[in-house]
């Protein structure tokens, strides 16, 4: 059994087709959709949990690959660039999953990318903008 | 109350390499274990720091005459307005200012990504900056038209005078309303997601010398990095508050105008920031030795977090409206454990200062004070006070 959160990258001239269906329908995999940004004729985004055993997952894969679907590790998205934290911890309370906190009583931030899901919300609740999301940098 | 050493006696010590400087946060450990009377004995000087967003910061710099010479009216760097209505080619640049081109709140949440306090680090950075000048041309200043590139080592004079900075204690920040309001004190959720704060307590230079009994009009400070003078009391200082009986105020109250020479600070205590839907800032770093003159100077320094209290304050109405009212106090404390209790909900805390930053700017001013590189000064005027029956909790052993 594989159990992955994974961002999805559909090129837009893929981003039409029913993937998510595909997937449960020939692979046997759940996907749980955490955040998706999917709209016509445009490149789409999807931060999705996928759990299946391991040989429908990596078929899975391949199938989304020949399809000419990025699947990318969820936890190198997002970057919190500790160089340019001033550790004022704005993003502490924002942060939906604890992925950016605060070690009390030291008040030093840290960012744990395994709790991170890609909701973006501290990209911009960071005064320093100390926190980079790597596929937007790119674009 | 009988006095132990003099500013003097202190800068001898230091000449000497013999003066005792602790941290305002040490010393807490200090009086815990030996009590007051013998840590004054022992301690010359007790460092403080802080290191937040102080909006009321910006610069003043002399651009250099060019040939033709030019008495420049309208001047951008990196396209951000400076205010050129002084002489020639000096100009003010306001942390705050944003580009003409940024479209600010018209898409709210505005991101301000860029304005005075980012020029103003990026030159401190050593990176180039777009100048660009206009003038209506005179006799003595024929020049109309200026563009070039410059860096830190072009500009003259550059320093920082900051009207407002190191404001004495300031207030939680909540929102009761339904909707996510975005404010100076950053993203506040909705019915109470989050409350924000903005001291380093404990740390904090005037909430260590609460009665500026030592820290005056000319007192040599740390400034982003470098060395600054009080140039006088901030705008908007307000000695008259209300106060806890040791003398601290239960708000706003003191504040600090800050002046000192851009090319000695460093971007790692100069920081420009964004805050979402509100615009510009600038984070900057300060600390303050305070020097321990007698026993009740001693006792002001060691005033921990619990002593230190804050009013709750409603963004989304009683603050924007002007109507004032608080919706309690809690103690510094209390908000760095990460969450305080109001009006009967848990509510999570996030500090907009940072107390680690604050905590390396007291123990660099520390080093810089024990290496004999920063003297002591004595006030040459005080700031407003107020007359204060100072009375402390029993704390020696």
Not at chain 1, 19 to 38: D, M, P, Q, S, W
Not at chain 1, 85 to 92: H, M, S, V, Y
Not at chain 2, 20 to 31: M, Q, R
Not at chain 2, 169 to 196: E, F, H, Q, W
């Amino acid at each position: 059994m594989i159990k992955r959160k994974v961002v999805l990258h559909f090129p837009a001239s893929v981003v039409e087709q029913p993937f998510i269906y595909t997937l449960a329908k020939e692979y046997n995999v759940v996907a749980n959709i955490l955040k998706a940004n999917i709209n016509p004729r445009k490149e789409g985004r999807m931060v999705v949990e996928l759990s299946a055993d391991d040989k429908d997952f990596n078929t899975a894969m391949d199938f989304l690959h020949a399809r000419g679907v990025q699947v990318l590790p969820l936890e190198q998205q997002i970057v919190w660039v500790e160089e340019r934290c001033t550790q004022c911890g704005a993003c502490t309370v924002i942060c939906p999953s604890n992925a950016l906190w605060m070690k009390r009583p030291e008040m030093t931030v840290s960012f744990c990318s395994e709790k991170c899901i890609v909701c973006e919300r501290c990209l911009k609740a960071c005064p320093a903008r100390a926190v980079e999301a790597l596929y937007l940098s790119g674009d | 109350m009988t006095q132990l050493r003099t500013i003097q006696e202190i800068n001898e010590k230091i000449a000497k390499g013999q003066v005792v400087v602790v941290t305002a946060e040490e010393v807490i450990s200090l009086v815990e274990k030996q009590g007051v009377e013998k840590t004054a004995r022992q301690v010359d000087v007790v460092t403080t720091g802080t290191f937040g967003p102080m909006c009321s910061s910006g610069a003043f710099f002399n651009l250099g005459h060019t040939t033709p010479r030019m008495r420049m009216s309208k001047v951008t760097l990196n396209g951000v307005s400076a205010y050129a209505g002084i002489a020639a080619v000096d100009v003010y640049l306001g942390a705050t200012e944003i580009p003409e081109t940024d479209p600010a709140n018209t898409d709210f949440p505005g991101a301000f990504n860029y304005g005075g306090a980012h020029v103003i680090e990026d030159l401190v950075a050593g990176k180039q900056v777009l100048l660009q000048a206009t003038s209506y041309g005179t006799d003595c200043y024929p020049r109309r038209k200026l563009e070039k590139y410059i860096t830190l080592d072009d500009i003259n004079e550059a320093y920082l005078f900051n009207p407002r900075n190191c404001y004495q204690n300031y207030n939680v920040a909540v929102n009761l309303s339904d909707r996510t309001i975005y404010t100076y004190m950053g993203i506040l959720k909705p019915n109470l997601g989050n409350a924000n704060y903005c001291s380093a307590g404990q740390l904090s230079p005037l909430l260590n010398d609460p009665l500026y009994r030592t820290i005056g009009i000319g007192t040599r400070v740390f400034l982003g990095g470098g060395i600054g003078y009080v140039a006088w009391q901030g705008t908007q200082h307000n000695p008259n508050v209300p106060r806890t009986e040791n003398g601290v105020p239960r708000g706003g109250a003191g504040t600090l105008a800050l002046i000192g020479d851009l090319k000695q600070m460093t971007t790692k205590y100069l920081r420009g920031v964004s805050f979402l839907g509100y615009g510009v800032s600038m984070q900057v770093g300060v600390g303050i030795p305070i020097p321990i003159l007698d026993e009740q100077m001693l006792r002001h320094t060691a005033v921990t977090d619990a002593e230190i209290f804050a009013p709750i304050v409603d963004y989304s109405e009683a603050y924007p409206q002007g109507t004032g009212g608080s919706l309690g106090e809690v103690s510094y404390a209390e908000l760095k454990s990460g969450k305080i209790m109001v009006q009967g909900k848990e509510v999570p805390t996030a500090p907009l200062s940072s107390y680690p930053k604050a905590r390396e700017i007291a123990e660099l001013l520390k080093a810089w004070i024990k290496k004999g590189d920063f003297t002591l000064t004595e006030p040459v005027a005080p700031l407003p006070t107020v007359d204060f029956p100072v009375k402390f909790k029993e704390r020696d052993k």
